[in-house]
């Protein structure tokens, strides 16, 4: 019998858009999906939530694999920095999150917590501020339809055809808006020991 070798680095995500950017830092990982309860707390902050959801993923995970760095991630998003703003899902609720971010701003906060052992937990949380222009009915379908972003919080992708639905991205970490800031995860890395340059 194979045994498997114990991962060394472990990204506990299962979104692919996290798994991309992951990538970029060309160092060897494992995708380990979490699952956690991601439900608020009652009047937890939007920041508060992603980050002890990114904690809560990363330790879960580590709590199976103890030797491997472990790193979680979780983004909230709110409208005008009050109504939470999910994936949509469907085709509909993506037409009704455009139509209500139209001429508006959706704040991202993009948290990660990477544990390795011997070493305190690394958390850090990048706010990404994200202003829409004036959007009419038809080219938000016209993008829909040509994008279809329904697995993305506030259904404009900015990687892609979404950056033109963006009047401004205010952020110290682009990679925060697609889902986990690179910069800092990077940081964290070097910090325990794995080259991320």
Known sequence: MTLTPTPSLILASSSPYRKE?????????????????ETPLEGEAPAMLAQRLAYLKAR???LRWPTSVVIGSDQVATLDGGTPVGKPGTLENARR???????RTMHFHTA???????????????????????????????????EQPFDCAGSARC???????????????????????LMQVAAALRTVGMPAT
Request: aromatic content about 4%.
């Open 60 to 62: 879960v995970v580590a």
């Open 112 to 146: 990660f917590t990477l544990l390795a052992p011997g070493h305190l937990p690394i958390d850090g949380c990048v706010p990404v501020t994200v202003e829409f222009r004036a959007l009419d009915s038809a080219e938000i379908d016209r993008y829909l339809a040509l």
């Open 97 to 103: 999150q455009l139509a209500a971010a139209s001429g």
């Open 21 to 37: 950017l992951m990538e970029r830092l060309r160092i060897p990982f494992t995708v380990v999906p979490p699952e956690v309860d």
């Open 159 to 181: 990687e892609g055809l979404g950056i033109a639905l963006l009047q401004s991205i205010r952020t110290d970490d682009p990679t925060a808006l697609i889902g986990l800031p």
